[in-house]
């Protein structure tokens, strides 16, 4: 099938990356995306084989059922011509099959690498699906050392039946047509034998995986499928530290736990082999931390010993060493000493369920943990949007602190099984990687609250922070005694953070819900009033429809909670953006932000009252506090970019945009923000470009009207305007378009039916450069006067 520089349905094929018994594999260009995908074609041969494209559906079902960042991510399936294809994500990198070269793989590297097909696997595994053949070929080593598990044409879930066999690889794993289902090598005990398989089959093929790896050779050999069978069946392996002296004792202990012959002396989760790899690196991490102290401070050095008797030692002795590094650091004290902890960055709870239904949890604890932790004196933690770029990411929590510059980061996983959780947390100092503090917590899902207060007083705990009576009562505050509305204001809050139209809509339902669930709960009104003014603000709703019932559910909130920070900044921007009340957003601004000092949301809209006000200088420090405060937030990166073009440093607005654009290179705002600063500085074909990204009709129009092209400049208008018959569409970005083509007479007609429907940004006109040409003119003047701002 000869198909590279051919498209097939939105697929550029680039080239081919190989092939194999079960499938060939080409590098190819997704059109629609712009991205780089890989798809997977079934080979002529097995066209007209009923097993083979049973496994390659298989593969594509179990695959996409699945959403984790170490697990190979199947973005469609498809067919050309008769060709079944997977469209798969493109990795860069090298199977374990050939990651190391046939020697044994440096300890940091084994153990991370088994943390993370241990997490896979756990996923799998808690969406029923048994993988049936992991083995080196099978997992992928990117180059940025992240691991992916490959191919689950062999899945099975749990309650279906297994297909009896199949030819399923080529030599030199010694799979042959007719054989059980698997790769001979890589076989558990009652694989070999055609047992009925559960998930333990997965940790002990991940067992053998581990020991080649760690070792450079197979843990079972032979010239035939015969004796490799019989080696797993009655053999055990040569251990894995007599191969190599430098493997830890404890990573020995657990490749050998994972090669038990008899699954029930086997390990019975995934889980609990992650948690072993993870309590291993841990003490590893801290050994190697004391050590590098005793060298700073000249201690002398323990009597040199052989390798594996020093990581006995360790592992016999580590809770001391540890409690002694910690006391020497003083990172339990959260005053004085240069090693205080002051900052905290709680990174998104990782949800090992791999159930998507179950992000709104994840999200919503790790949320409310940021909230509560919030309350704590002198230790500053990072706001939401500042974390949640690490979401779904394989991180090092030492590379996130220097990111962020935070002393601290938590770390947590969630796993839900019907109605009970397991949450496992870890606090890391990252300025010396040493553990500070780790706790398991096991609960039924209707404790939720109670389990988001223990793990805030625990934190707190450990970093005796001293509070208040009344910062203490904040910090175990329920907002709600009603688990099933807090369940559901969760839910919301995730649905509301997308951003989206669907979203805020889901998020209205759910909040109400809450609502009807608690009629007292103050929060699930804040979030009501922050759905209906962005709906109002993004004029996705008529802002008289939209801004009336925002204000309402903020004002409700307040009255139930006059302390809640969310709520104040919520009614601010109502009266900002539709009410034109500047005095009373700048009172409710303040109480905010006096309530919460660190809400860089509040910050930036502030930001929005100095421009009103024409206090450019003012709304630039506030616009600086929200960036300090949530340096990854792709919205107020952008959003820092307009101010500077308000401050006519088009230059820097450019830079600053480009800088939004690699936190999401399809953030639409900052799209337009840069093509705007384009036209000022009369790069026309950058800035259509810009515009077109966008979907932004008065940057696209300007671009036109610059380049001279008036016929696709006045189209750009016609087509807006049609499209206002069938949905709303703004009419201040009507009138932006006109000012953008200028035409004078039509902008001020658009402008003052801008004004009539409350979609005027008089918040922005006194300062947006855009309507540099329209000031000197009376009827500019008479619209800043009627939105009280000119005397």
């Known amino acids: 099938m000869a198909i590279i520089g051919q498209t097939i349905s939105h ?24 991205r780089v995908v890989a798809l997977k074609f079934l080979p002529d041969h097995l066209l007209h084989d009923r097993e083979a494209l049973l496994r390659f559906q298989r593969e594509a079902r179990a695959a996409s059922a699945l959403n984790h960042p170490h ?43 088994g943390l993370q097909i241990a997490d896979a696997l756990e996923v799998a595994h808690s969406k029923g699906i048994v993988h049936r053949d992991i083995k080196p070929a099978n997992i992928f080593a990117t180059t940025r050392g992240g691991a992916k598990v490959l191919d689950f044409g062999l899945a099975k879930t749990a309650g279906a039946p297994a297909p009896l066999d199949v030819t399923v690889s080529a030599p030199p794993e010694l799979s042959t047509p007719g054989m059980t289902m698997g790769t001979i090598a890589y076989m558990s005990p009652e694989q070999v034998r055609g047992e009925e398989l559960d998930a333990r089959t997965d940790l002990f093929s991940f067992g053998l995986v581990l020991y080649e790896i760690a070792t450079g050779r197979q843990a079972f050999s032979g010239n035939s499928a015969a004796l490799i069978s019989e080696a797993i069946l009655n053999r055990t392996p040569t251990p894995a ?25 086997r390990y019975q989760s995934a889980g609990e082999m992650h948690t072993d790899l993870a309590r291993l690196k841990r003490d590893i991490d801290a050994e190697r931390s004391v050590s590098a102290a005793r060298r700073e401070t000249g201690a002398p050095p323990n009597a040199v010993a052989p390798r594996r008797r020093m990581w006995r030692w360790a592992a016999a ?38 159930d998507p239904g179950t992000e709104y949890l994840t999200d919503g604890i790790t949320e409310a943990l ?24 394989d991180v090092d929590p030492q590379a996130v602190g220097r990111d962020l510059k935070v002393h601290a980061v938590l770390t947590a996983r969630l796993v839900q099984r019907d109605d009970n959780l397991s949450i496992s947390t870890e606090l890391v100092d990252v300025r010396n990687n040493l553990h500070i503090w780790g706790e398991r917590y096991n609960r039924r899902l209707a404790d939720v609250l109670s389990l988001q207060e223990d793990i805030s007083r625990d934190i707190t705990n450990q970093l005796r922070a001293k509070l208040s009576r009344e910062q203490r009562e904040a910090l175990t505050k329920r907002p709600t005694q009603n688990t099933a509305a807090y369940q559901s204001y969760l839910k919301g809050r995730y649905h509301w953070n997308k951003r989206t139209e669907q979203g805020f809509r889901s998020a209205i339902e759910l909040f109400q819900d809450a609502i009807e669930k608690d009629p007292s709960y103050a929060l699930a009104y804040a979030g009501l009033g922050d759905c209906y003014t962005l709906l109002g603000a993004w004029t996705i709703l008529p802002p008289r429809d939209a801004y009336p019932r925002g204000k309402a559910a903020a004002m409700k909130a307040l009255e139930l909670d006059e302390k809640l920070a969310e709520a104040h900044a919520s009614l601010a921007r109502n009266k900002l953006g539709f009410d034109w009340d500047w005095s009373g957003a700048r009172t409710e601004f303040e109480r905010a932000l006096q309530l919460n000092p660190s809400y860089a949301t509040g910050h930036y809209w502030y930001s929005y009252y100095y421009l009103a006000m024409g206090r450019l200088d003012d709304a630039t420090r506030e616009m600086r506090r929200a960036v300090e405060l949530d340096p990854l937030s792709v919205n107020i990166s952008a959003e820092m970019g307009r101010t500077l073009i308000y401050q006519r440093q088009f230059a820097a607005a450019i830079e600053q945009e480009r800088k939004a654009l690699e936190l999401d290179p399809v953030f639409a705002l900052a799209h337009e923000m840069l093509g705007q600063a384009y036209l000022y500085t009369a790069r026309y074909a950058e800035a259509l470009a810009e515009g077109q990204t966008a979907a932004s009709p008065h940057v696209v129009a300007r671009a036109y009207f610059k380049s001279g092209d008036m016929a696709n400049a ?9 499209l206002s018959k069938s949905r709303f569409v703004s009419a201040y970005r009507i009138a932006q378009t006109y000012t953008g083509l200028e035409d004078k007479e039509q902008a001020f007609e658009w402008l003052e039916r801008a004004f009539e429907e409350r979609t005027l940004r008089a918040d922005f006109m006194k300062v947006d450069p855009w309507f540099d040409s329209l000031r000197g003119d009376r009827r500019f003047a008479s619209l800043m006067r009627r939105a009280g701002l000119e005397p």
Do not use: W
């Open 71 to 113: 697990i190979c991510t199947i973005h469609d399936v498809g067919e050309a011509d008769g060709y079944p294809f997977l469209v798969m994500e493109f990795l860069e990198g090298q199977t374990l099959k050939h990651r190391f070269g046939g020697a044994p793989a440096p300890v940091d590297d084994l153990i991370d690498l």
């Open 317 to 354: 002795s580590i809770a001391a060493v540890v409690f002694v590094a910690l006391l020497a650091a003083g990172v339990f004290m959260a005053g004085g000493g240069a090693a205080t902890i002051d900052s905290i960055a709680v990174l998104p709870f990782v949800n090992a369920s791999a």
């Open 714 to 722: 006045r189209k750009t208008v016609t087509s807006l305007k049609e």
């Open 370 to 393: 940021i909230n509560n932790l919030s309350q704590l004196p002198d230790i500053a933690v990072m706001s939401r949007s500042s974390v949640f770029p690490y979401k779904g990411r």
């Open 11 to 34: 697929y550029r094929i680039l080239e081919m990356l190989g092939g194999g018994g079960m499938g060939v594999v080409y590098k190819a260009e997704d059109t629609r995306l712009g």
């Open 241 to 265: 530290g007599r191969s190599n002296p430098d493997l830890p004792p404890k990573l020995e202990d657990v490749i050998s736990k994972a090669l038990e012959k008899d699954r029930r002396l």
